[in-house]
């Protein structure tokens, strides 16, 4: 379908939606017709000026032939040739298909890989910028579960953040993150290189996976952490495993069993969700590995580099050397990098 005929069809539909509103539906058919306007109204806007566009394009050039008016035609041509095209791309990125899961909540999940001690200080710096950058944003960030090393490091960061696009934005920092630079403990001056990993996980609701309580396995047990804090008082930690995916989730953080519990089911559903659309994606398309964003953990998609001041992104070749800022948060760069090149390469892939 040629990109004219579309558009058509979508001021039709627009047209449509507006009638049946004003024919008096019930309810429910009400609802679901302005939910339907309200998401294709901003398509429509920009259809009518792209359209609005080309009638001007169409007189100018007319224009041109009255030798008096031609300079003025040349003039609104020019600026018509650089507004155009920009129109029509804002439409055609508007018209590629949603990630269903882009306006969810996500779950982050950090960990530190290779490295050892040096690898866990690094994953709870991460884990704080993270935090940062979900305060500049204006998002609710919460600890699940924050498991302390003895040195302060991070076993096990998991979070929740909720807010506007949080997984649409967020989706491209899942994999290996790695950092160069000298240890504290290092007494020769040596840069060592660790890594961590990082998950994103779109958060799912009871609505998205129904999770049946014969398919878990409940274990609770005496919660510990690093320094011997709240240990062996009560069995408050909890562990769940999935049986028919053998996935575990375990969550100490809440002196409550019951909390502790909830935390589980919200990550281990997120977990699941998680998993059947890495499944979907697959089937849909075996040639994914050239997209960015693909969730991929067992690739290496960013490193920093302390001793030179810069952070960079393997996937689309981004270097910044403004480390300092970045680790206070300031994600934006990057990830508007990594969102413009993926919209760069859906958009080849249609054409």
């Known amino acids: 379908m040629s990109l004219d005929h579309q558009l058509d069809r979508i001021a039709?539909?627009?047209?449509?939606?507006?009638a049946m509103l004003a024919s008096g539906l019930d309810g429910e058919r009400f609802v679901a017709a302005s939910r339907e306007l309200a998401g294709i109204e901003p398509l429509e806007a920009l259809i009518q000026q792209l359209r609005a566009g080309q009638r001007a394009q169409a007189e100018a050039e007319a224009a041109r032939a009255d030798l008096e008016l031609r300079e003025l035609a040349d003039a609104e041509l020019a600026l018509l040739h650089e507004q155009?095209?920009?129109?029509?791309r804002e439409i055609r990125l508007l018209l590629l298909p949603r990630d269903e899961a882009d306006d969810l909540p996500a779950i982050l999940e950090i960990r530190p890989a290779a490295g050892g001690d040096e690898a866990g200080l690094f994953a709870a710096e991460l884990f704080a910028a993270y935090r940062r950058y979900a305060d500049l944003r204006g998002w609710r960030f919460e600890n699940l579960d924050y498991t302390e090393s003895e040195l302060g490091g991070l076993k096990e960061g998991i979070a929740e953040i909720t807010g506007k696009s949080v997984f649409a934005r967020l989706k491209y920092e899942s994999g290996v993150h790695r950092v160069q630079r000298v240890p504290?403990?290092?007494?020769?001056?040596?840069?060592?290189?660790?890594?961590?990993?990082?998950?994103?996980?779109?958060?799912?609701?009871?609505v998205d996976i129904a999770i049946d309580e014969?398919?878990?396995?409940?274990?609770?047990?005496?919660?510990?952490?690093?320094?011997?804090?709240?240990?062996?008082?009560?069995?408050?930690?909890?562990?769940?495993?999935?049986?028919?995916?053998?996935?575990v989730v375990a969550m100490q953080e809440e002196r409550s069993q019951h909390k502790n519990r909830a935390k589980a089911m919200k990550v281990l559903r997120s977990r699941i969700y998680d998993a059947e659309r890495a499944r979907a994606d697959?089937?849909?398309?075996?040639?994914?590995?050239?997209?960015v964003g693909t969730g991929d953990r067992s690739e290496r998609i960013r490193t920093y580099n302390f001793p030179q001041g810069r952070?960079?992104?393997?996937?689309?070749n981004l270097t910044l050397?403004?480390?300092?800022?970045?680790?206070?948060?300031?994600?934006?760069?990057?990830i508007e990098a990594l969102i413009a090149h993926d919209q760069a390469a859906k958009l080849a892939a249609q054409s």
């Open 12 to 18: 039709e539909r627009a047209h449509e939606l507006r």
């Open 84 to 88: 155009l095209p920009a129109l029509e």
């Open 184 to 206: 504290s403990t290092e007494t020769q001056g040596r840069i060592h290189t660790s890594t961590i990993t990082v998950a994103v996980l779109p958060e799912a609701e009871d």
């Open 214 to 247: 014969g398919d878990l396995r409940i274990d609770v047990y005496r919660a510990s952490g690093a320094g011997g804090q709240h240990v062996n008082k009560t069995e408050s930690a909890v562990r769940i495993t999935h049986l028919p995916t053998g996935i």
């Open 282 to 291: 697959a089937g849909r398309a075996a040639d994914r590995k050239s997209q």
């Open 311 to 316: 952070v960079t992104d393997h996937r689309i």
């Open 321 to 334: 050397h403004k480390i300092d800022r970045i680790m206070q948060g300031e994600f934006d760069d990057i």
